[in-house]
């Protein structure tokens, strides 16, 4: 594309006034007194980025290569202060590189510095002498990530003047970082979806700072913030589901930053911490006060150029799946940096105000507070590297001392699934142990209905113990329910209590959730556990895993590569007895884990017929639960016994073969009428404009990577026009109801209708199902709660009228007296209502299932727990039938945040699954996103059962 005039670009991007002189409008900027050049002087023979790249950075998107060209010169050129290690690479294979940066001095003994940074990390077992002498020789390494959302582009372009700056100044201030910090540079945390965006923007742009201009308006189909797979890469780094993620992770295990800022866009204003009140229970006042040590840093070095900021405000730090939480429970410092030029603003964005923001702004932003992070972390390096080993020594304490000092996973029916919960805390660094021989609690709580009691665990138990190095990080991600900080409850309860008040069309106060409040792993990923008070001897060994990633060559022959991930354990599979034992009747195999519905689909694609016992079955003499999966020998052919034991190896799956049909006491044996023969799914997954992208990239990602199932991705607006005939399942991600109806409207609605008479499988998942619940769409007869309901003052002090709902339950109301002292509402709406559910930011219930129905094949417990975000909760459906239900009475919450006299009242007796038959086929109905980010492992059953068995139900 055709570039501005050079003389053109330099009035923009230096144009300094005289004094009394005004400026033209577009001309007032923030950078406008900025050089990336006024802390030298700099050595001579190390280039400056522009000199590689052929313009000034902030000038134009820079592309990976050129990225990675301009750091390498610069690294190769100053090679007494850089050293250059590849850690990874990206799914799209751009190679992942760090840059650390420090004295000549340190650079020559880095070796043992990362030797003494291990021992920091690991304070078992030395001395205090021995550790305080390690600490007062070691630097403070300070980690700096760059553009995890690939469209907040300013960080990618800061990594090259930052590392430009600590590779060839001599200004002594910068000499003091160089000698007191080790500074860990990551140009690119997400290098795929970064090219994506930069691709398209620089195809479009042209540079004008209209907010409406098409090149501020990214398609669906680039979505730069997102990974190759639409994964959020700032959610990811507790599960490290993705390459990327796991790579870094890697990385931060081997450097143990002690101070760690991850470099984000685009708000109105800069923001820096210190965070909101929020924050995670498991940081103590130390972490706040070195907030702001660093809070104020920053603000004197943007108080300099008169650049405005802000700090608390919405971003909390309460998740442990972010990019500076988690860090910081390692025992960092971990801030996330927001600045408000450039990425998906363009190069140029004009302000509500009229004043123009622009990428070199945002780029200038992110360089000034790296800078002075890593300055500020060498003043006080010594204070910081003691503070981080009393962290990690802390850590060890607290799991001594605390209620919560061991979790205990149970292999249980699916031992790979539980095997890869304990792989992802094993890239966690977290410390796990396999049982050797039993072991006893006398106090252990179960997760899954909190009963406590004293618990005998088998052999083959995996033992966390909280006293570790990583206990904090270990706690924070394994405990059943995060503790929310009290002030900051009461503030949203507040807000909460006014918002009912209101009428019906009055503004309302926004919440201060910035994620969901639930996310417990042996919760999302269904393995049975327990967490203990005591801490009995336990004999075995810690686990490791077979090779850092599964694109390794050592991971591709390795045994414990299932299902696309690598186990720290071997998971029985294969044929029981050995491919030589050759049954005369069947081959059987249970659903009850994950990887069964990965050899079921991966069979019937290869051509092999498969049958689903819809009732348990008896074959030579065993039962066999409902869901069991039969291959019958005479109605395949004889390539049949090597490949379903190679296929039920990938997957993680063991199989028995059967000599004989007979049911030797059992009501249905596997020749019954009960067992339905499976047609190979042909699969459509609905993206495009108002569809979820990371919805759709978890689907994605898991039906690809974790199942090897193949689908065929069509846009929103093919299902108004397309041969639906082609598919047997037609998968509609997390979506825009509003966008949904606008795109199809009735007729779209019908066509998908005619299809599921015709046999078709219809899944949807959260705003999908909402859509398909609507009056005009009637895809299901379930109906939204709320959804022209009367008014009900159930919770709200100060109704002036009662209404019936109210009364009935009792909670009669009082007079405006009974309002809160210090009351900011002027009075209560005469429609005040709380008949509708309030969004939930995302937390965890309990559903009773239908253990009859195909849909729950695989599930023998008489609940599962499930994540609900939103305001969609749904009637039951009159006419099809309600799979799993919230339970009218019982045990219903099970962890994070819920709404008083709203939440539990109006999701009680809901449906969670619905399967509406129409004609020969079906609609499936989730009430939320079921494979959310890869997390939720314990619903993949649920949705691969509509996938296989939907076409042939």
Same mark, same amino acid.
């Given at each position: 594309?055709?570039?501005?005039?050079?003389?053109?670009?330099?009035?923009?991007?230096?144009?300094?006034?005289?004094?009394?002189?005004?400026?033209?409008?577009?001309?007032?900027?923030?950078?406008?007194?900025?050089?990336?050049?006024?802390?030298?002087?700099?050595?001579?023979?190390?280039?400056?980025?522009?000199?590689?790249?052929?313009?000034?950075?902030?000038?134009?998107?820079?592309?990976?290569?050129?990225?990675?060209?301009?750091?390498?010169?610069?690294?190769?050129?100053?090679?007494?202060?850089?050293?250059?290690?590849?850690?990874?690479?990206?799914?799209?294979?751009?190679?992942?590189?760090?840059?650390?940066?420090?004295?000549?001095?340190?650079?020559?003994?880095?070796?043992?510095?990362?030797?003494?940074?291990?021992?920091?990390?690991?304070?078992?077992?030395?001395?205090?002498?021995?550790?305080?002498?390690?600490?007062?020789?070691?630097?403070?390494?300070?980690?700096?990530?760059?553009?995890?959302?690939?469209?907040?582009?300013?960080?990618?372009?800061?990594?090259?003047?930052?590392?430009?700056?600590?590779?060839?100044?001599?200004?002594?201030?910068?000499?003091?970082?160089?000698?007191?910090?080790?500074?860990?540079?990551?140009?690119?945390?997400?290098?795929?979806?970064?090219?994506?965006?930069?691709?398209?923007?620089?195809?479009?742009?042209?540079?004008?700072?209209?907010?409406?201009?098409?090149?501020?308006?990214?398609?669906?189909?680039?979505?730069?913030?997102?990974?190759?797979?639409?994964?959020?890469?700032?959610?990811?780094?507790?599960?490290?589901?993705?390459?990327?993620?796991?790579?870094?992770?890697?990385?931060?295990?081997?450097?143990?930053?002690?101070?760690?800022?991850?470099?984000?866009?685009?708000?109105?204003?800069?923001?820096?911490?210190?965070?909101?009140?929020?924050?995670?229970?498991?940081?103590?006042?130390?972490?706040?006060?070195?907030?702001?040590?660093?809070?104020?840093?920053?603000?004197?070095?943007?108080?300099?150029?008169?650049?405005?900021?802000?700090?608390?405000?919405?971003?909390?730090?309460?998740?442990?799946?972010?990019?500076?939480?988690?860090?910081?429970?390692?025992?960092?410092?971990?801030?996330?940096?927001?600045?408000?030029?450039?990425?998906?603003?363009?190069?140029?964005?004009?302000?509500?105000?009229?004043?123009?923001?622009?990428?070199?702004?945002?780029?200038?932003?992110?360089?000034?507070? /790296?800078? %002075?992070?890593?300055?500020?972390? +060498?003043?006080?390096?010594?204070?910081? $590297? &003691?503070?981080? #080993? !009393?962290?990690? *020594?802390?850590?060890?304490?607290?799991?001594?001392?605390?209620?919560?000092?061991?979790?205990?996973?149970?292999?249980?029916?699916?031992?790979?699934?539980?095997?890869?919960?304990?792989?992802?805390?094993?890239?966690?660094?977290?410390?796990?142990?396999?049982?050797?021989?039993?072991?006893?609690?006398?106090?252990?709580?179960?997760?899954?209905?909190?009963?406590?009691?004293?618990?005998?665990?088998?052999?083959?138990?995996?033992?966390?113990?909280?006293?570790?190095?990583?206990?904090?990080? /270990?706690? %924070?991600?394994?405990?059943?329910? +995060?503790?929310?900080?009290?002030?900051? $409850? &009461?503030?949203? #309860? !507040?807000?909460? *209590?006014?918002?009912?008040?209101?009428?019906?069309?009055?503004?309302?106060?926004?919440?201060?959730?910035?994620?969901?409040?639930?996310?417990?792993?042996?919760?999302?990923?269904?393995?049975?556990?327990?967490?203990?008070?005591?801490?009995?001897?336990?004999?075995?060994?810690?686990?490791?895993?077979?090779?850092?990633?599964?694109?390794?060559?050592?991971?591709?022959?390795?045994?414990?590569?299932?299902?696309?991930?690598?186990?720290?354990?071997?998971?029985?599979?294969?044929?029981?007895?050995?491919? %030589?034992?050759?049954?005369?009747? +069947?081959?059987?195999?249970?659903?009850?884990?994950?990887?069964?519905?990965?050899?079921?689909?991966?069979?019937?694609?290869?051509?092999?017929?498969?049958?689903?016992?819809?009732?348990?079955?008896?074959?030579?003499?065993?039962?066999?639960?409902?869901?069991?999966?039969?291959?019958?020998?005479?109605?395949?052919?004889?390539?049949?016994?090597?490949?379903?034991?190679?296929?039920?190896?990938?997957?993680?799956?063991?199989?028995?073969?059967?000599?004989?049909?007979?049911?030797?006491?059992?009501?249905?044996?596997?020749?019954?009428?009960?067992?339905?023969?499976?047609?190979?799914?042909?699969? %459509?997954?609905?993206?495009?404009?108002?569809?979820?992208?990371?919805?759709?990239?978890?689907?994605?990602?898991?039906?690809?990577?974790?199942?090897?199932?193949?689908?065929?991705?069509?846009?929103?607006?093919?299902?108004?026009?397309?041969?639906?005939?082609?598919?047997?399942?037609?998968?509609?991600?997390?979506?825009?109801?509003?966008?949904?109806?606008?795109?199809?409207?009735?007729?779209?609605?019908?066509?998908?209708?005619?299809?599921?008479?015709?046999?078709?499988?219809?899944?949807?998942?959260?705003?999908?199902?909402?859509?398909?619940?609507?009056?005009?769409?009637?895809?299901?007869?379930?109906?939204?709660?709320?959804?022209?309901?009367?008014?009900?003052?159930?919770?709200?002090?100060?109704?002036?009228?009662?209404?019936?709902?109210?009364?009935?339950?009792?909670?009669?109301?009082?007079?405006?007296?009974?309002?809160?002292?210090?009351?900011?509402?002027?009075?209560?709406?005469?429609?005040?209502?709380?008949?509708?559910?309030?969004?939930?930011?995302?937390?965890?219930?309990?559903?009773?299932?239908?253990?009859?129905?195909?849909?729950?094949?695989?599930?023998?417990?008489?609940?599962?727990?499930?994540?609900?975000?939103?305001?969609?909760?749904?009637?039951?459906?009159?006419?099809?039938?309600?799979?799993?239900?919230?339970?009218?009475?019982?045990?219903?919450?099970?962890?994070?945040?819920?709404?008083?006299?709203?939440?539990?009242?109006?999701?009680?007796?809901?449906?969670?699954?619905?399967?509406?038959?129409?004609?020969?086929?079906?609609?499936?109905?989730?009430?939320?996103?079921?494979?959310?980010?890869?997390?939720?492992?314990?619903?993949?059953?649920?949705?691969?059962?509509?996938?296989?068995?939907?076409?042939?139900?």
């Amino acid at each position: 594309m055709r570039l501005l005039p050079f003389a053109l670009l330099a009035s923009l991007f230096a144009t300094v006034p005289l004094p009394g002189q005004r400026l033209a409008t577009d001309s007032v900027r923030d950078d406008r007194a900025f050089s990336f050049y006024s802390r030298g002087p700099y050595r001579a023979g190390i280039p400056r980025p522009e000199q590689i790249l052929g313009y000034d950075v902030g000038e134009m998107n820079t592309q990976f290569a050129l990225q990675e060209k301009t750091l390498l010169a610069i690294a190769d050129a100053a090679k007494d202060r850089v050293h250059v290690e590849a850690i990874g690479s990206s799914y799209e294979r751009r190679t992942m590189r760090l840059y650390i940066v420090s004295s000549p001095e340190n650079i020559a003994r880095l070796d043992a510095i990362r030797a003494d940074l291990d021992r920091l990390a690991d304070p078992r077992g030395a001395s205090q002498a021995e550790l305080d002498a390690i600490a007062a020789r070691t630097p403070a390494v300070v980690m700096v990530n760059e553009s995890v959302h690939g469209n907040e582009s300013p960080g990618f372009e800061a990594g090259m003047q930052t590392l430009y700056q600590l590779a060839a100044s001599e200004e002594p201030a910068t000499l003091d970082m160089l000698k007191n910090t080790v500074v860990v540079l990551n140009p690119s945390t997400n290098p795929d979806g970064h090219e994506r965006f930069t691709v398209w923007y620089n195809s479009i742009g042209v540079r004008t700072p209209d907010t409406f201009s098409m090149e501020k308006d990214e398609p669906w189909s680039i979505q730069g913030r997102f990974n190759h797979y639409r994964f959020d890469m700032n959610r990811d780094v507790m599960t490290t589901t993705q390459r990327e993620a796991q790579t870094l992770v890697r990385a931060m295990l081997r450097w143990h930053p002690m101070v760690a800022i991850d470099q984000h866009g685009q708000v109105t204003t800069y923001f820096f911490p210190p965070t909101a009140a929020q924050l995670n229970q498991n940081f103590d006042q130390s972490f706040v006060r070195w907030m702001e040590i660093f809070g104020r840093a920053n603000a004197s070095a943007f108080d300099r150029y008169g650049w405005m900021y802000y700090s608390r405000d919405i971003f909390d730090f309460f998740g442990p799946f972010y990019w500076d939480s988690w860090p910081s429970l390692n025992g960092a410092i971990g801030m996330t940096y927001e600045t408000d030029g450039g990425g998906w603003k363009g190069i140029l964005w004009r302000r509500e105000d009229g004043s123009i923001v622009s990428f070199r702004d945002g780029i200038a932003k992110h360089f000034t507070t /790296a800078l %002075a992070t890593i300055q500020t972390t +060498a003043e006080h390096h010594a204070e910081r $590297v &003691r503070d981080y #080993l !009393a962290f990690r *020594q802390g850590a060890i304490a607290a799991g001594r001392t605390e209620a919560m000092k061991r979790v205990v996973l149970v292999p249980g029916s699916d031992p790979g699934r539980a095997a890869e919960l304990v792989a992802t805390l094993l890239r966690g660094g977290i410390e796990v142990r396999r049982a050797k021989s039993g072991f006893g609690s006398a106090r252990a709580h179960a997760y899954a209905d909190d009963a406590v009691c004293s618990r005998r665990f088998d052999a083959g138990a995996y033992v966390i113990d909280l006293a570790q190095p990583q206990g904090r990080v /270990a706690k %924070a991600v394994l405990e059943p329910n +995060a503790g929310f900080d009290s002030t900051f $409850v &009461r503030a949203q #309860l !507040a807000r909460y *209590q006014r918002n009912i008040r209101r009428g019906a069309n009055a503004p309302r106060e926004g919440y201060e959730f910035y994620d969901v409040t639930a996310w417990s792993l042996p919760v999302t990923f269904g393995v049975e556990a327990y967490w203990t008070e005591d801490v009995a001897g336990v004999d075995g060994d810690l686990l490791q895993l077979p090779a850092e990633e599964p694109a390794l060559p050592q991971a591709q022959t390795s045994a414990r590569l299932v299902g696309g991930e690598l186990l720290p354990v071997d998971i029985a599979s294969g044929i029981a007895g050995g491919v %030589a034992r050759r049954p005369q009747s +069947a081959y059987l195999f249970s659903a009850e884990r994950n990887g069964s519905a990965r050899l079921a689909y991966q069979l019937l694609i290869e051509g092999y017929r498969v049958s689903s016992a819809t009732r348990p079955v008896e074959a030579d003499g065993k039962s066999w639960p409902r869901g069991t999966y039969i291959v019958r020998v005479a109605r395949n052919d004889s390539t049949l016994p090597a490949r379903i034991d190679a296929l039920a190896r990938e997957s993680g799956v063991e199989v028995t073969g059967v000599n004989s049909a007979f049911s030797a006491s059992a009501q249905y044996g596997i020749g019954s009428e009960m067992i339905a023969e499976l047609k190979a799914p042909r699969i %459509a997954l609905v993206g495009g404009d108002g569809v979820s992208q990371t919805s759709y990239g978890a689907i994605w990602w898991s039906l690809e990577r974790r199942y090897g199932i193949r689908f065929t991705p069509v846009a929103v607006r093919w299902l108004a026009s397309g041969d639906l005939s082609a598919f047997n399942v037609i998968i509609i991600p997390d979506a825009s109801g509003g966008a949904l109806n606008g795109a199809l409207g009735k007729e779209g609605a019908d066509r998908l209708r005619a299809w599921m008479q015709a046999g078709g499988t219809l899944i949807t998942m959260g705003g999908a199902s909402e859509w398909a619940a609507r009056e005009n769409v009637n895809l299901t007869s379930s109906r939204l709660v709320g959804a022209g309901a009367e008014r009900d003052t159930t919770g709200i002090p100060g109704a002036t009228t009662d209404t019936a709902a109210a009364k009935a339950r009792g909670r009669e109301k009082t007079s405006d007296r009974s309002q809160a002292q210090d009351d900011l509402l002027a009075t209560t709406s005469p429609s005040a209502t709380n008949a509708s559910p309030v969004e939930l930011a995302g937390s965890h219930f309990d559903v009773a299932l239908d253990r009859t129905h195909w849909l729950t094949q695989g599930y023998e417990q008489p609940q599962i727990t499930v994540m609900m975000s939103g305001s969609s909760f749904f009637k039951l459906s009159k006419e099809g039938a309600n799979v799993g239900v919230f339970p009218k009475t019982g045990k219903l919450y099970r962890a994070g945040f819920v709404w008083p006299n709203n939440t539990e009242r109006l999701l009680r007796g809901t449906a969670f699954l619905i399967e509406e038959p129409i004609g020969d086929g079906h609609l499936v109905l989730f009430a939320n996103d079921p494979m959310f980010r890869g997390w939720w492992r314990a619903l993949d059953r649920l949705v691969l059962n509509a996938v296989l068995l939907g076409p042939a139900m």
